[in-house]
Each structure stands twice: as C-alpha cells, then as structure tokens.
C-alpha cells in the first residue's frame, strides 16, 4: 500500500533558501539510511507556506524511518527553519 505523508508548514520567507536546502539533506539521509521513500515533492503556497508530500512505499517503511527521525541530525536541522508543522497521511487509491 502507497502512502502520501504530507507536512504543511510556514517558514520566515527570509529562510526559503535553507528550507530548501536543509530539505534537500534530509530526504538524502532517509534514503541512505530507510528504504521506501519513493519521492518527494515540494510545494508553496505563498511567501510562508509549504506542503511537503512525500511517497512511501509501505506502512512499515514509512513507520521506521519516522520512528527513528528524531535521531537524524538533518531532521533537527530541517526542522529548526519551519515552524507550525501539521502532518497528514493518506493511502493513495488511484493515479493517473
């Protein structure tokens, strides 16, 4: 089963550069460290607003690697440049 986690959060416009490159990090030390993340994709929805989606290949991939997400340093670091996260999760049931 596919699964969409989708991160909505806002960022200091001044920070967008960081976001995007601490972003950047992060997903490569997912994938070196977790199997199943099947890409990414970023979107903005203004100056401050960001929805992240990201595409799992299984429950239990996407479980682990965010199980152990707190431990990655890139994740803190990521983290530090946004604030007001909300997180969301859907199974994908058709795609075009």
Do not use: N
Request: negative net charge.
């Amino acid at each position: 089963m596919t699964l969409i986690r989708t991160v909505r959060f806002t960022a200091d416009p001044a920070d967008a550069d960081q976001v995007l490159h601490r972003r950047v990090v992060l997903i490569e030390a997912v994938r070196a460290r977790f199997g199943g993340l099947a890409e990414t994709r970023l979107t903005r929805v203004d100056d401050e607003t960001w929805v992240d989606h990201w595409r799992w290949a299984s429950r239990a991939e996407m479980d682990a690697a965010i199980a152990d997400a707190p431990a990655l340093p890139e994740a803190k670091a990521a983290f530090e440049v946004v604030k007001d996260a909300s997180v969301e999760l859907a199974e994908l049931v058709d795609e075009r």
